[in-house]
């Protein structure tokens, strides 16, 4: 199983970070939780997806300029939602058959998944406020 390796924002500690988990990934020196952001492509996809926590799968690509100004906004929100959220990137270039499965004529395009299911989509570079208020709404959704 793929997997990153993440200093621990609270204590530095670095720790391997899964592509897929059961729960969310939490530092075991220091008990907190990390960020979960991590690259999948269409061989690992679904396991990246299959989780309990609220998963925004940003299709992008390394040529888009969009895709590369919401980058940092997703990286900011993994932190901040850090045991509440995931990032699955998937760059379009190198996984086909997952943007031909999500008709990502148009990137960057986010899809909000829960348990698997999208349950929301939004195409094109939005601001940081729309984006954050949109997976918010998904996780007051879930309660």
């Known amino acids: 199983m793929a997997s ?5 924002p609270s204590c530095g500690t670095k720790n391997r970070l899964p592509l897929a988990a059961s729960g969310h990934p939490r530092c075991p020196s220091c008990k907190t939780d990390l960020p979960w952001l991590v690259d999948a492509g269409d061989a690992d996809f679904d396991s990246a997806v299959d989780t309990k926590t609220i998963v925004v799968v940003d299709l992008w690509a390394p040529w888009c300029g969009p895709c590369r100004m919401i980058a940092p906004v997703l ?18 270039d190198e996984a086909p058959a997952t943007a ?3 008709k990502a004529m148009s990137i960057p395009m986010l899809l909000i998944m829960d348990r698997g299911q ?5 195409i094109g570079a939005q601001p940081a406020p729309m ?7 998904a996780l007051d959704r879930r309660g």
Do not use: F, H, M, P
């Open 118 to 122: 999208v349950v929301d989509t939004l």
């Open 4 to 8: 990153n390796v993440i200093a621990c």
């Open 75 to 92: 990286e900011t929100l993994s932190r901040e939602l850090a045991g509440r959220l995931k990032v699955v990137k998937v760059n379009v």
């Open 100 to 102: 031909q499965r999500y």
């Open 131 to 137: 984006l954050r208020a949109r997976i918010q709404g």
